[in-house]
């Protein structure tokens, strides 16, 4: 019985795998079928929008050739229409340049007789004249040589004479522009003169307030100054000053800034003798008006020489300087730095002799020298 169950079981396992095996060809079968439906299909379709995409491309194409024949038969049109519209305005203008040309030739005839016309009335004028001058020549009784002659020396006369006034009128013209353009040179230069070098006064009257009443009463210290500094020193009470006197501006100076210098030590004296009497030193003594600055007078003369002549020296150096002077001697230096005390006519005499050198260097460029 066992065998027969085996047998059975083999059988029914191999029907079993028969069916599977038929029902997985039938199912491939299947797939392999829609496959090939699906492939067609899509074959057909693609073919299909080919075609009609051919079709779409083709009609506008077409469209495009059409359009294309239709611009190139309006082109010919209106190229033979310009053509005909140019053969017309040639044979316009050929008409016109005809026109043209036979006014011409009138008008170039009628030219011509005019010049015939004119040239016949010039021969009747020169016959009058040639006619009325032999009539003249008969009634003067002279021949034409000699009326040539004369007539000439009187042109020569008339010439000779309104050239003098034309030489006269040029003189004067001539005259007004250089006199006006020296006045303008002159202004130029005028003008770049620096105003520092104007005029200035130097007043040798000190007031009281300034010298105090010790000095200005001091009648020997005034006598002495003076005597030393070869000027007199008065004392207007009036008008409470002191006037420097002199002939030389070099003492004048130094004795007015001797006194200033002398009252300044004399104030700082003043003061420091305050000062040593709240210090508590010893007793004060009096001393008599001036007495102080008596003893000053020396020390204070010798640094107002000094100062006097170190500003003589700088005055003159810088002139020399801005003149562009050549090398000049000490002594004529000095000489010259000396103006600088002396006035004239109220002006500095150095300020007024440097504007002289420099007004001349300046006539000396505008008029194209060398300004040194």
Known sequence: MLPVIVIACVLGLV????????????????????AVRRVSDETHGFLVRRRERDEALSSERKGSLEAQREAARRRGVEGAERLVRREREYETYGQLVEVREQALARTREGVEALRGEVKAVQEALEKARQDAWDALLGACGTT???????????????AVLEEAKRGDLRLAFWESEVDAEARSVVRRIVDRIDNDFSEETRPFVVPLEQVGEAIATDAPLLARLGERTGTEVELDRERRTLVVHGQDGVQREVARRTLTKMVKRASGSRRGGRRRGRGGGGPNKEEAPGGGAARDLDGALTAASQAVEADIA????????????????PQIQKAMGRLLYRTSHGQNVLGHSY??????????????????
């Open 144 to 158: 034409e040589e000699a009326a040539r002659s004369g007539y000439l020396k009187e042109v020569e006369s008339a």
């Open 15 to 34: 029907a079993g795998i028969a069916g599977a095996f038929q029902r997985e060809r039938r199912q491939m079968r299947l797939a392999h079928r829609a």
């Open 355 to 372: 504007e002289v050198g420099h007004i001349g260097g300046m006539l000396a460029s505008e008029l194209g020298l060398q300004p040194e």
């Open 314 to 329: 700088r005055a003159i150096q810088w002139v020399v300087r801005h003149l562009r002077l050549k090398p000049v001697h």
